[in-house]
């Protein structure tokens, strides 16, 4: 049969998506591919559908247990048998799945990376044939990524063990070309064809609110926007989960919640209630979302920063995907800044391994700060070439504000910080330029310097605010540590020297800029 009829009868589509055939008619052919696709892309049906042409099984390696059984149901329900191994099951019911893949009843066999070597599930594959390997998530196997699973570096010893070398086939929505090379090294793939499809959304209309009261805002903008339709709001912890959750009750939302911490029973029933539309809100931790395929959610709002560009853009990437405008909104406050960083910190991992977290964390605070189009920040990121630098369809881009001349104030920030030997962090720096009374900047002696108290009228919000996007421009460099100090980058001598004016939105300096607000 052709792969047309195929993807008709099976999945009941008359055409491709963008990247799909490639990848489809690679592996049918016998070479190994990669995709790189983002989220909604259609990932699944590239290694599903090879997968019912190739004689014998396909194993997909995917961390995501709590799917499997989903993805599964409706491979079966397209009328493809399929199954899957992980550590949800019980003894007497894996016994019976490892016999019925011996005696070949399923095309497609979804696993759990930890189970890939145990003796049991090698002993099971011997005379098997494995046509196709799917890693999906082969992000997980880079240690520079959000993701890192170390069961994933067991992938080519299994591919190895295999009686017959099958096709390997790796999927990711990470396009990073760090990331990108490892996945090729580690998984081994053999000159694979690739599909990169372009990350732009072109319907997602990003913002970055920097609101003084998060939780009104938000009331305000479920009163103005997209009433009665479907929204998901993120939050860092179970706990802002449940209170945030509440408090929109409690204005007449309908919403439910979910996070880890909760009942499987009820965790499901609260996703259920959202994908079917019986709660337009669902209120939730990271631990929603992944594989998740409701097309007509209109808005993400992050009520919290989340660790990295990465995961904001998938997360947020989880509005329209039907294609209709929809917003992805990210409220920031410096205090979630410092949370991540606490995160990071009490994970007590290996100082290049803390590094690079901090130093994604810092990407996404810079996206934060910029005053460029947001859009053009996501696709840099994801190492996308982007000629166009106005997007029309973003917060700053639509951003009417007043733009006001900050160069002297940037002047000011940047000598204070070479005045004082680029040796202290932000708080310090402000500190110095308020003229702070502060006990260890007295000892430190820095109230001596020439630049302490020249921003004296200036509040701690304000300075806070150039210095990042000063960061964010480039102009100065914030050290990837728990603790980072700032110091200044070849760029920021234009700025002193008065050769480059530094612009800012005006109304994010005049707020408190007038009066001092009270130190931290
Ligand atoms: P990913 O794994 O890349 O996030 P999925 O494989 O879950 O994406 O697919 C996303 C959505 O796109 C699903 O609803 C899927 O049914 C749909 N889809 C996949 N391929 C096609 C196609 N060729 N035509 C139309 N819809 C498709």
């Known amino acids: 049969m052709d792969i047309y009829q195929i993807l008709k009868m099976y999945f009941g589509y008359e055409e491709f998506k963008k990247g799909q055939e490639k990848l489809v008619r690679g592996i049918i052919d016998g070479r190994d591919v990669l995709g790189i696709m983002p989220t909604g892309g259609g990932k699944s049906l590239c290694y599903q559908l090879p ?5 014998g099984i396909a194993i997909v390696i995917s961390p995501l247990i709590s799917l499997m059984k989903d993805q599964v149901d409706s491979l079966n329900e397209m009328g493809i048998s399929g ?8 003894q007497n019911k894996l016994m019976e799945r490892l016999r019925e893949i011996r005696e070949n009843k399923y095309k497609i066999v979804y696993v759990a990376p930890e189970r890939l070597n145990t003796g049991f599930f090698k002993e099971l594959i011997k005379g098997v044939k494995v046509s196709l390997v799917a890693v999906d998530e082969a992000h ?3 240690q520079w990524g959000h993701d890192f699973r170390p069961s994933y570096l067991e992938i080519p010893t299994f591919i190895n063990s295999l009686e017959e070398r099958p096709v390997v086939a790796a999927f990711t929505a990470t396009a990073t070309e760090e990331i990108i090379e490892e996945i090729k090294y580690l998984i081994k793939l053999n000159n694979p064809t690739e599909s990169i499809i372009g990350f732009d959304r072109p319907n997602l209309f990003y913002q970055v609110i920097k609101a003084s009261n998060k939780f009104s805002y938000l009331l305000n903008y479920l009163r103005d926007n997209f009433q009665g339709e479907s929204g998901i709001i993120y939050c860092s912890t179970r706990k802002t989960v449940e209170s945030l959750a509440r408090k929109l009750r409690e204005e007449g939302f309908s919403v439910v919640e979910y996070h880890g911490g909760m009942e499987g029973e009820e965790r499901q029933n609260n996703q259920e209630d959202f994908i079917f539309n019986r ?3 669902i209120v939730a931790t990271n631990a929603f979302g992944m594989g998740i395929d ?6 993400v709002i992050h009520y919290n920063m989340p660790k990295n560009m990465e995961a904001y853009y998938q997360e947020a990437g989880r509005a329209g995907r039907d294609g209709e405008k929809s917003h992805c909104i990210l409220l920031y406050s410096p205090s979630d800044v410092v949370k991540q960083k606490l995160i990071i910190q009490n994970e007590y991992l290996s100082q290049e391994r803390e ?3 901090y130093k994604n964390l810092q990407y996404l605070v810079d996206y934060c700060h910029t005053n460029d189009c947001l859009r053009k920040v996501i696709l840099t990121y994801f190492g996308e070439m982007v000629e166009e630098h106005n997007c029309n369809n973003c917060g700053n881009c639509i951003d009417q504000s007043e733009m006001m001349d900050v160069t002297i104030e940037a002047q000011k920030i940047l000598s204070c910080i070479y005045r004082t030997n680029e040796r202290y962090g932000l708080t310090t720096i402000i500190q110095v330029l308020r003229g702070s009374k502060n006990k260890r900047l007295l000892e430190w002696g820095l109230d001596k ?3 302490y108290g020249i921003m004296e009228t200036y509040s701690d919000t304000a300075i806070r605010e150039i210095t990042m996007t000063l960061v964010s421009m480039g102009y100065i460099h914030m050290t990837a540590d728990k603790f980072p100090i700032l110091k200044l980058t ?8 008065g050769e480059t004016k530094v612009y800012h939105k005006k109304h994010l300096i005049e707020r408190k800029g007038s009066a001092r607000d009270k130190e931290e």
């Open 279 to 281: 709660a337009k809100i």
């Open 51 to 55: 997968a019912i042409v190739l004689d």
């Open 490 to 497: 070849s760029k920021a001598l234009g700025v002193l020297r």
């Open 140 to 142: 997980c196997i880079s």
């Open 294 to 299: 409701k097309p007509d959610v209109r808005f």
């Open 355 to 357: 590094e690079i977290l």
């Open 449 to 451: 310097v020439s630049t």
């Open 83 to 90: 199954t899957y191994i992980n550590s949800t099951l019980e």
